[in-house]
């Protein structure tokens, strides 16, 4: 396997872990058991009103949720981004010479 191709798969690999870090739905689980959805890492799907019927605490958890995904999906997506753009580059300038 070249070193274009190793660069291509791992870059694959960081940018779809990433995006599957943002885009999976969060929940956070109440004492009494019942789950309380939060969204995604983007906050599409969090209902705020239900959260804050059951504890308003609950509106700063899954935003604390969210907040902490971020730090996590943004960096892995970036990786890939880099990676996958040197490969392509890298594959550019090794075929002008």
């Not at 239900?50 to 907040?67: E, K, N, T, W």
């Not at 999906?73 to 970036?78: C, H, N």
């Amino acid at each position: 396997m070249s070193v274009r191709t190793f660069a291509v798969v791992v870059g694959l690999a960081f940018f779809l872990g990433g995006s599957a870090i943002l885009f999976v739905t969060l929940a956070v689980e109440a004492p009494s058991g019942a789950l309380i959805s939060c969204g995604n890492s983007l906050g599409v799907g969090f209902d705020e009103p239900a959260a804050s019927a059951v504890s308003p605490a609950y509106v700063d958890i899954c935003g604390d949720l969210r907040h902490r995904r971020l730090l996590w999906g943004l960096p892995m997506i970036g990786v890939g981004v880099l990676l996958l753009a040197g490969a392509m580059l890298g594959s550019r300038s090794a075929s002008r010479r």
